[in-house]
């Protein structure tokens, strides 16, 4: 396992979290041998703000994450403000194969704000 920005070796945490960003911020369609792969997110980012686009978001993180993600179980996803009033997604899992839960969170970062 390693990492893309630094070709470094990564523990299974870190790796199961580069994973999940990948799988997040790529638009379904977009991986050529791979069409499905991806989540939905990037049809929901120029939508308005409102409880039902959260919802969606909700929605296209969990079942991305449970498609693509085999080395987890995803118990809970919750979107959130972080601390520089970016969104963030607030996950829990268990580790499939064990009884270890792991809470990640995945920033929202795309466009202008990478």
């Known amino acids: 396992m390693m990492s893309r920005e630094t070709g470094q ?14 799988i997040l911020f790529t638009p379904i369609g977009s991986r050529v041998m ?3 792969y991806g989540s ?16 969606q978001v909700m929605a296209a993180s969990a079942t991305a994450i ?3 993600e085999d080395r987890v179980k995803l118990t809970s996803a919750k979107f959130s403000k ?8 607030d996950l829990e899992m268990q580790l499939v194969g064990t009884d270890q839960t ?8 795309y466009g202008s704000s990478l």
Request: aromatic share 8%; net charge positive; no cysteine.
């Open 82 to 89: 972080a601390e520089d009033s970016r969104f963030q997604i």
């Open 34 to 36: 791979r069409r499905e």
């Open 9 to 22: 070796s990564l523990d299974v945490i870190p790796h199961i979290k580069q994973s999940i960003q990948d």
């Open 66 to 68: 449970m498609t693509w």
């Open 102 to 109: 792991k809470k990640l969170s995945i920033p929202l970062n």
């Open 40 to 55: 939905m997110i990037f049809k929901l980012i120029d939508q308005p703000f409102n409880d039902a686009v959260r919802l």
